[in-house]
């Protein structure tokens, strides 16, 4: 980068709070996507004038500029695959407003969601989006990548929880959508155009969230299961009784096996399927719904119910649950993560096909997730990194993802495109689809500066070998 | 128009599917914002490729189309200002699919919302937005204005049930957004841009709604207030205490007075408020809400909760309801009527400056509506329609959305801006908002066909008085 660059930033944010210094950019050249890209610098701006006035240098020199929170993504969000400038949103992380009264508060992207989490429960208050990582990932990267997680199921995914932001624009324009209210008609809808957008569209600066009152009572079971269609059916079933869990995760036998020594009771050799089903509210609430759901386990042969007694299960439990991803390296080197999403009824279906698929490319695939939402995480692991066994992978991915499509699932239900998927996204979306969200990308970011390269499939801008 | 026109509409939809003449138009020529304008010609489609080639045709002679649900809108949103064609759903009525495993279905724009409603029921399913014109009202018009309804507050307005959409573009482009799952990350967020964007984006021609269980058990309260104050302030005290009612309603003095008539028993001189409320869920559920709301109610000194016996009762409560709107003519022969929000805690503010409003203009203002999600409906009556009284009622209405928006508030919650609004729209939406809003319209509509003279304010294009 040209140091006359690099002396505007300086003036920008300040000489403490950017680098060109390689240790420094290193530290900001990495995601969950385990890949590694470089930036030619590193900005921490304070506000939002530090922003337009950041994006406004980068507009007018054409240098790319990723936001960046903390680096949990998994596709490749945060990558700065093309060089230029990461905004690290680390100083942007103030509560500027918790409005319990009214139920919504406004936030700073850079706020790190289990704290924002921790200080509304203090105040009898939730924010209710829970992805894996919320210990230390941040909410501006939860909304840029629409975050998911187990409450989905009950509580929607991040966008249903957001009702508006403030965006500086490519320009150093500063965007407000959404309004402080839940209804508002004014206009069209640009807060859920930018949720999700990944970065492509604007730098979210403030975010105004929904709250709800935090449940009273929860209550934790686990329904193991020595049928794998009675357990993955079940999910459907649960739903349409009229049971709405605030947790609703599966998992498959070679996930039970990876984390069974975290569980409070390790499962026997003959369970092929294992269910996590919270329930939350009053606790006469709870109650009710629990009655449901032993009954409606009852008339499962195959299944067994279980409810936790003591906070340690639940930790247990949950413990084992969070320690899927990273023990499924127990089993291979390498891993290739599909976030697949299809109708609830069809993850009997999705399940016996991924089975098939492992036996017939001899690969392992393991599947676990967020049943209640149909959204499964399939993890196809692979031995080495030599070319037959990429092709056995390619191959894999897209026999699962032609089999979601054709089930009337999705691609990814919460870890977005980023460079992982971009290459498939064209077997979701037709032309007319591509060409829409290609000529709002182009109305929003002319000269291609926002996270260039995610998304969209390769082409003159996006192709990581072209340089800027 | 042109007669070589209108003989390609005749091709496209049948000789009997579509008019030239005066009869004919004057019945597409109305909606409930009370105002007429007779469009050139009217066609009734019956598939997306008639609407494909009927856009293709109005695009490349650049002829304004403007489709047309049930006409029940307030601000104006179905009217052809600009002349042109009336794309009338009304054929479009199919409901395609509904899938009660997966909880969605799939219905074209003309679906009547009530009897979509009915059918579900009788699966023990529920789509849950209930606009207060669903006996008559499509779901193609709630979805164009994002419509509102009482359960707003707690299953959320139009675009919180819709997951997906088919639309015909400007240049007969059919374009399909969203998914048949709940979770769905690829891409842009479109679904959303269209929701609520009357018609001047694209015309949608297929609609995915999420669908609920319908809950068990209801059960309706009557609070009356001897204190303005003490009631409204309720309101968030309500949702703050833990109770989510599916209904939160309120009406002042002058409401109650025009339908007091109507209700089970009328209450006397000494209410200044009164609010619905309704529970629903379990019968365990409901049971325990209800207790929760009477010890709150309890504590409030000038208020009494009386619970409705009597599906009778019920009925009588919300023929009252529904009654205030058209009932305000007794009072006046002539009304302005706005849905503004506020969050909820300011509602005490907003109802006491519209009564020193009333006071100091000399109007008649009364205020009414879903309390619960801070949406309130305030109706500005007036005597005549000399100039003197327009012009008391302009000034109420600037001061009235100038007070809104400075308590965080916004101008509709439900209503739309079509033409009624469009001239404060600017006071809520600064410069850049505006700029991007426009230039999504420029994207989707080159030559600004799709309901031209809509939501925007007047400029070129959407001057009344200018002709195409």
């Not at 977005?416 to 996204?425: L, Q």
């Not at 000269?447 to 260039?452: A, D, Q, R, V």
């Amino acid at each position: 980068m040209d140091s006359n660059i690099f002396q505007k930033i300086v003036q920008i944010v300040g000489r403490e709070h950017c680098s060109m210094e390689i240790e420094e950019r290193h530290c900001y050249s990495y995601d969950n996507s385990k890949q590694t890209f470089l930036p030619d610098a590193v900005a921490l701006p304070d506000s939002t004038e530090q922003v337009a006035a950041l994006m406004k240098l980068a507009n007018s020199n054409k240098i790319p500029i990723v936001a960046r929170g903390a680096g949990s993504g998994t596709t490749g969000g945060a990558l700065p695959i093309h060089g230029g400038i990461v905004l690290s949103c680390t100083r942007l992380n103030r509560i500027l407003e918790i409005d319990p009264k009214n139920q919504i508060a406004i936030v700073e992207p850079g706020v790190i969601t289990g704290e924002f989490q921790r200080k509304l429960k203090k105040q009898g208050l939730m924010y209710a989006p829970d992805p894996a990582s919320l210990k230390f990932c941040t909410i501006g990267g939860n909304v840029a990548e629409c975050a998911g997680g187990p409450s989905a199921i009950k509580y929607g995914v991040t966008k249903d929880s957001i009702i508006g932001l403030e965006v500086v624009l490519a320009n150093g324009d500063i965007l407000s959508t959404g309004c402080r209210t839940e209804k508002g008609v004014v206009g069209y809808d640009l807060t859920r155009l930018f949720v999700g957008s990944e970065g492509t569209l604007g730098i979210i600066t403030k975010i105004i969230t929904r709250l709800l009152p935090l449940p009273e009572h929860k209550e934790t079971f686990l329904l193991t299961s020595r049928s794998l269609p009675e357990a993955t059916a079940l999910v459907a079933t649960i739903l349409q009784e009229n049971i709405l869990p605030c947790t609703l995760e599966y998992m498959d036998k070679t996930a039970i096996a990876i984390v069974s020594d975290l569980l409070p009771t390790a499962p026997g050799n003959e369970i092929e399927a294992m269910l996590i089903i919270e329930l939350d509210g009053s606790r006469k609430q709870t109650a009710e719904q629990a009655e449901l759901l032993k009954k409606l386990a009852a008339t499962r042969k195959q299944c067994t119910l279980k409810q936790a007694v003591t906070d340690q299960e639940v930790y247990e439990i949950w413990k084992a649950r969070r320690s899927i991803s990273p023990a499924t390296f127990k089993l291979s080197p390498h891993k290739t993560s599909e976030d697949v999403v299809v109708p609830r009824s069809q993850i009997p279906e999705l399940v016996r096909f991924c089975e098939i698929l492992s036996r017939d490319l001899e690969l392992t695939i393991l599947t676990f997730g967020h049943a209640g939402d149909g959204n499964i995480h399939v993890n196809i692991m692979s031995c080495d990194t030599t070319d037959q066994e990429k092709t056995k992978v390619t191959k894999a991915k897209t026999a699962l993802f032609k089999k979601v499509l054709s089930m009337n699932g999705t691609l990814s239900g919460e870890h977005g495109i980023g460079i992982s998927k971009s290459a498939f996204i064209s077997m979701a979306l037709n032309d007319t689809s591509m060409m829409v969200m290609r000529q709002i990308k182009h109305l929003f970011d002319k000269n291609n500066i926002l996270n260039p390269g995610k998304i969209f499939p390769t082409d003159k801008f996006s192709d990581p070998s072209t340089s800027y």
